[in-house]
């Protein structure tokens, strides 16, 4: 059992929740996920099993899309629907002010976590100390918003509109953040009420399994079932090279042995990893070049 499941989480489970139940219904111990929802929010849950958990790191970096709905007129403890909301009076609101606002936070900008986050002050979580009444001093942070699009606005009560809005960014930003931020810009609170994640780097939502899907094809056919569901250990890779090696070679890349290639290091570089596949096309761990030889790092067989 090797390979990437994405999954369509639904809003109200954890992440935690939903590599629980793979775990099980899948018998495999090894799962790994290429970063967590909230509860509340719901869409693109990439879940590596087996030999493709090594591969988790290489993901951690993927940018991430979102839709979010955000609500004005309140301010929250949390920055969304969770925490305890407050009225912000503030002016009236219309939409060509909203896409004027958006444009503003396009780029490298700097962004201050939210106090209920899983950020560590001091070697403690930060909602942690929220919960306890504290108030951690959190660093902004460099984030990248790719691109803003309104997809739509509602204005019918003017004292809380509510937009959607579609959301490119590096990995490590917050959505709340930006939702809490852009509210204060306006002169409004705002706050995070829904988010959808439509794509987490190569794995979109159109890909993605529902729950009740898995669960049914457990039902029927068991682990084999799953298997039949995951994609390809490597996938989303595509960047990183890729060196096709004998099968004398994968067994000394297992070994942890270092090795010159019969095919040559032509095209690989002289920095970064380089991913090992088998004769017939397979991945089969990742290395690294050191002069003409290649040095096994992270092998998903044994």
Same mark, same amino acid.
């Given at each position: 059992?090797?390979?990437?499941? #994405?999954?369509?989480?639904?809003?109200?489970?954890?992440?935690?929740? #939903?590599?629980?139940?793979?775990?099980?219904?899948?018998?495999?111990?090894?799962?790994?996920?290429?970063?967590?929802?909230?509860?509340?929010?719901?869409?693109?849950?990439?879940?590596?099993?087996?030999?493709?958990?090594?591969?988790?790191?290489?993901?951690?970096?993927?940018?991430?899309?979102?839709?979010?709905?955000?609500?004005?007129?309140?301010?929250?403890?949390?920055?969304?629907?969770?925490?305890?909301?407050?009225?912000?009076?503030?002016?009236?609101?219309?939409?060509?002010?909203?896409?004027?606002?958006?444009?503003?936070?396009?780029?490298?900008?700097?962004?201050?976590?939210?106090?209920?986050?899983?950020?560590?002050?001091?070697?403690?979580?930060?909602?942690? &100390?929220?919960?306890?009444?504290?108030?951690?001093?959190?660093?902004?942070?460099?984030?990248?918003?790719?691109?803003?699009?309104?997809?739509?606005?509602?204005?019918?009560?003017?004292?809380?509109?509510?937009?959607?809005?579609?959301?490119?960014?590096?990995?490590?930003?917050?959505?709340?953040?930006?939702?809490?931020?852009?509210?204060?810009?306006?002169?409004?609170?705002?706050?995070?009420?829904?988010?959808?994640?439509?794509?987490?780097?190569?794995?979109?939502?159109?890909?993605?399994?529902?729950?009740?899907?898995?669960?049914?094809?457990?039902?029927?056919?068991?682990?084999?079932?799953?298997?039949? &569901?995951?994609?390809?250990?490597?996938?989303?890779?595509?960047?990183?090279?890729?060196?096709?090696?004998?099968?004398?070679?994968?067994?000394?890349?297992?070994?942890?042995?270092?090795?010159?290639?019969?095919?040559?290091?032509?095209?690989?570089?002289?920095?970064?990893?380089?991913?090992?596949?088998?004769?017939?096309?397979?991945?089969?761990? &990742?290395?690294?070049?050191?002069?003409?030889?290649?040095?096994?790092?992270?092998?998903?067989?044994?």
């Amino acid at each position: 059992m090797s390979g990437v499941l #994405v999954v369509a989480k639904p809003a109200g489970p954890t992440s935690h929740d #939903v590599v629980a139940l793979v775990r099980r219904l899948a018998a495999s111990k090894r799962i790994g996920h290429g970063g967590t929802l909230d509860p509340f929010a719901s869409g693109v849950l990439p879940l590596f099993l087996g030999g493709a958990t090594r591969l988790v790191e290489y993901h951690l970096g993927d940018p991430k899309t979102y839709r979010a709905t955000i609500c004005f007129g309140a301010s929250s403890t949390t920055d969304d629907l969770d925490g305890e909301l407050t009225p912000v009076t503030g002016p009236v609101l219309g939409r060509g002010q909203l896409e004027n606002a958006l444009s503003g936070f396009l780029g490298v900008q700097l962004q201050r976590p939210p106090a209920y986050s899983a950020v560590q002050v001091g070697g403690r979580r930060a909602y942690a &100390m929220a919960r306890a009444g504290e108030t951690p001093t959190l660093s902004p942070r460099e984030v990248t918003i790719h691109a803003l699009r309104l997809v739509d606005w509602d204005d019918a009560d003017q004292s809380r509109p509510v937009a959607i809005v579609e959301v490119e960014c590096s990995a490590g930003t917050y959505v709340r953040a930006l939702a809490r931020d852009l509210g204060a810009r306006l002169g409004s609170g705002a706050y995070l009420c829904g988010l959808v994640r439509t794509a987490s780097g190569p794995f979109s939502l159109d890909d993605a399994r529902p729950l009740d899907a898995i669960r049914e094809a457990a039902a029927s056919g068991g682990a084999d079932a799953i298997q039949a &569901m995951l994609l390809p250990s490597d996938t989303g890779l595509d960047a990183i090279p890729a060196l096709r090696l004998t099968d004398a070679e994968v067994a000394d890349a297992t070994m942890g042995r270092y090795f010159r290639p019969e095919a040559g290091v032509g095209g690989v570089p002289a920095a970064g990893p380089v991913r090992l596949q088998d004769p017939r096309g397979r991945i089969v761990g &990742m290395g690294r070049l050191d002069g003409r030889r290649i040095v096994p790092d992270k092998m998903l067989v044994s």
